[in-house]
């Protein structure tokens, strides 16, 4: 199978760049944040090659791949993978639901 074109949507690339800032606020230091960024870029690659090869969500059409603390919620076309959430898993899961049925 040929690796899809990743797409991130406009919400889906916002999202990352929140955790990124808020991690180095927390911590004082870009460490944390340095290695969630390339745990996202691996995980991304390995959507990228397999794209079916994480579990179903509970969202229509849409596949989650979990990295701990955050998940990434996707779609897959025949040529693409499009990024339609980058989630901390801690946050309120009404919000996701929310934000999920606007993508619908």
């Known amino acids: 199978m040929a690796q899809k074109a990743v797409i991130w949507t406009n919400t889906s690339s916002r999202q990352p760049h929140q955790v990124l800032e808020y991690w ?3 911590n004082g230091t870009a460490t944390y944040s340095l290695k969630l960024l390339d745990l996202i870029e691996k995980r991304t690659a390995g959507i990228a090659e397999k794209p079916l090869s994480c579990k179903r969500s509970v ?3 849409s596949r989650v791949a979990s990295m701990g603390l955050c998940s990434i919620y996707y779609k897959v076309t025949s040529t693409k993978v499009i990024v339609t959430a980058f989630w901390d898993n801690r946050q309120d899961p009404k919000k996701l639901h929310e934000l999920m049925a606007k993508k619908t």
């Open 59 to 61: 969202f229509p059409n």
């Open 24 to 26: 180095v606020e927390r």
